[in-house]
């Protein structure tokens, strides 16, 4: 079953913070986050393997509560180059699923 | 450079004239997979292979065949083709079972078919 992504789309000031929402009605052993620039395949952001567990690279970070079957998607400090569409996806590697997306549009 | 490889980029056909579009990888990946991706959709999975000659179908199979007889291909068979199966497919490929791997995605194929 598809997970649900929130909010469907956001638009931010340069600087400014966001978060993205994905949760699923199924329990997550896992989670992938992607991001889609306009016109371009999606690019692998970083996997949850763990409950709880938080990762993350510069200032784009993710959680993953498997109690309550969320991941949240958290970017600090948007700069112009995080504008694009974000996916989460659930499953295994191979059955990979993802939710319908959260278009983020950073603006100077 | 590793890499995924999707051909054609482009591609308009008409109903029912069968197609293939190719996938290959270099990176020596057990997982690929094929989406397709249609607007307030999101990437719906239409097939995933684990290893040579190991396939299962995804979300939306329906109207697609697939094969992968060697590792680093996976090409997507349209039978027939109808106007529904116009969209935009992207392949793509993982190593198995290792933590922190994500998929690597092709270039995509926009297909129309009329």
């Known amino acids: 079953q598809q997970p649900v992504q929130s909010p469907q789309a956001v638009i931010l000031r340069e600087g400014e913070d966001a978060v993205i929402n994905c949760s699923s009605s199924?329990?997550?052993?896992?989670v992938h986050w992607y991001r889609q620039k306009h016109g371009e395949a999606p690019v692998f952001l970083m996997i949850?393997?763990?409950?709880?567990e938080q990762k993350g690279h510069e200032k784009i970070s993710a959680s993953f509560n498997e109690k309550k079957q969320q991941s949240s998607l958290y970017l600090t400090a948007s700069q112009l180059s995080y504008s694009g569409t974000y996916f989460c996806?659930?499953?295994?590697?191979?059955?990979?699923?993802f939710g319908q997306g959260t278009t983020l549009q950073v603006k100077p | 450079e590793a890499q995924v490889t999707q051909n054609p980029r482009y591609l308009i056909t008409v109903t029912g004239k069968k197609l293939t579009v190719t996938c290959s990888q270099n990176?020596?990946?057990?997982?690929m997979s094929w989406y397709r991706q249609d607007p307030g959709l999101g990437l719906r999975q239409i097939y995933y292979?684990?290893?040579?000659?190991?396939?299962d179908k995804g979300d939306v199979p329906e109207g697609y065949k697939v094969s992968r007889k060697e590792k680093r291909n996976f090409p997507l068979i349209l039978e027939s083709p109808s106007p529904n199966q116009t969209s935009l497919y992207f392949c793509?490929?993982?190593?198995?079972?290792?933590?922190?791997?994500?998929?690597?995605f092709g270039s995509g194929t926009r297909l129309t078919v009329v």
């Open positions: 949850l393997l763990k409950g709880g």
């Open positions: 793509a490929s993982s190593l198995q079972g290792r933590p922190g791997y994500g998929y690597t």
């Open positions: 292979s684990m290893n040579v000659e190991v396939t």
């Open positions: 199924k329990a997550l052993y896992s």
């Open positions: 996806g659930t499953g295994n590697t191979g059955k990979l699923i």
């Open positions: 990176m020596n990946h057990e997982y």
